[in-house]
């Protein structure tokens, strides 16, 4: 069974920066691969999104884009998410998610796999 797991998340500052990285022990270049993130007592929400083949296409949540980036690297099978210009409201467990349906994906219906998390928590 295929994994994935994230790291990176930690304590910081608002106005920092942060990148996460999540590595999938599956057969990565055939998996689109999400971002996804739930502040503490609320749902899981899509953060952003790239698509398998060679990356060059991405899609963000309202929320990320100008301030977040994804991105993918192939021979490393690691998908991570820059983060800048932080602020409180991005503290959350971020997940990472891989599906072969790109439009699946990005609505968070009937992925094929989850991270258990990391936590970023951005102090005022």
């Known amino acids: 069974q295929a994994q994935l797991v994230e790291s990176g998340g930690r304590l910081v500052q608002a106005g920092d920066s942060l990148r996460l990285s999540c590595t999938f022990s599956?057969?990565?270049?055939?998996?689109?691969m999400a971002w996804f993130r739930q502040p503490i007592g609320l749902e899981r929400e899509f953060v952003a999104v790239?698509?398998?083949?060679?990356?060059?296409?991405?899609d963000y949540a309202d929320s990320a884009k100008g301030r977040f980036t994804i991105s993918r690297d192939s021979a490393k099978s690691i998908v991570y998410l820059q983060m800048s210009d932080l602020k409180p409201a991005d503290t959350a467990v971020y997940y990472c998610a891989a599906d072969q349906n790109y439009d699946d994906l990005i609505a968070g219906v009937g992925i094929a796999y989850w991270g258990k998390g990391t936590l970023v928590t951005v102090s005022e």
């Open positions: 790239i698509n398998y083949n060679g990356g060059v296409v991405t």
């Open positions: 599956g057969e990565f270049n055939y998996y689109h």
